[in-house]
């Protein structure tokens, strides 16, 4: 299922910018979770319930919050 997400930045001082939004479907592939985007594949960590509101933080340390 394909879920619109909200992208986030995070400042030296500890605030959340926004940057983007992105159409994108998290999976979980072995160990790992992925979110699959028109643009490719992005790797990253889960906090919350993927069924319902979580963060996907990428390697970069970009927060996507399901909006």
Do not use: C
Request: charge should be negative; aromatic fraction near 10%.
């Amino acid at each position: 299922m394909k879920s619109n997400y909200s992208v986030f930045e995070k400042t030296a001082d500890g605030q959340f910018i926004w940057i983007r939004e992105v159409l994108g479907a998290l999976t979980r592939r072995d160990q790992h979770w992925e979110l699959l985007t028109k643009d490719g594949v992005i790797h990253g960590t889960l906090e919350g319930d993927p069924g319902s509101v979580h963060v996907f933080t990428d390697e970069a340390g970009l927060e996507y919050r399901i909006t």
